[in-house]
């Protein structure tokens, strides 16, 4: 699939503005949905998605064809995403949390996606961010510890502390 990017990858290279344009109606819907993810609100997630085409845009030479092209506009944006909560220091060193209740969270009890993640918005910053990485983006917990500077103990933790606060919320 890639390949079939190849002219509109180019020329966003070659920073050609009808290249551009055409990878952002290509893909900013999707991309979107993942900064409305992180950001805290709307015009929260519009700024994460204009830092990230403007990234994308400077870095997309990059790129070298191997793997998803989708792929790598997804993973550029989280990272955008979270560079941006980064630069606010809004999310700092949590003491570790213990480990609470382990089971997963049973997502068919009918309960909507907006109201689940009305909920993990809810959670202490570091712990959804943490849920968000590993259950909506697969990201390992050594990914996540490297990228928000913690232990995998922590990145567990969190993770398991989200999940039985979810739980609670949602299913009591």
């Not at 920073?15 to 015009?43: H, I, M, N």
């Not at 519009?46 to 030479?61: C, Q, R, S, T, V």
């Amino acid at each position: 699939m890639s390949a079939g990017y190849k002219d509109i990858i180019n020329g966003c290279v070659n920073w050609e503005r009808p290249a551009q344009e055409r990878l952002y109606r290509l893909f900013s819907k999707d991309l979107f949905k993942v900064c409305k993810l992180y950001g805290s609100d709307t015009q929260d997630a519009e700024d994460m998605l204009h830092d990230a085409f403007m990234h994308i845009y400077k870095n997309i030479g990059s790129y070298n064809f191997t793997g998803s092209f989708e792929g790598w506009l997804h993973r550029v944006t989280v990272n955008c995403c979270l560079q941006a909560l980064r630069k606010r220091k809004n999310f700092t060193q949590l003491a570790e949390i213990p480990v609470l209740d382990q089971e997963e969270l049973d997502l068919e009890t009918g309960i909507s996606f907006a109201k689940v993640l009305e909920e993990i918005n809810l959670l202490p910053t570091k712990a959804g961010l943490v849920l968000k990485l590993y259950a909506l983006e697969g990201w390992s917990h050594s990914e996540i510890a490297e990228e928000l500077e913690i232990s995998v103990g922590t990145s567990k933790s969190q993770l398991n502390y989200a999940r039985s606060v979810l739980k609670q919320k949602l299913i009591s």
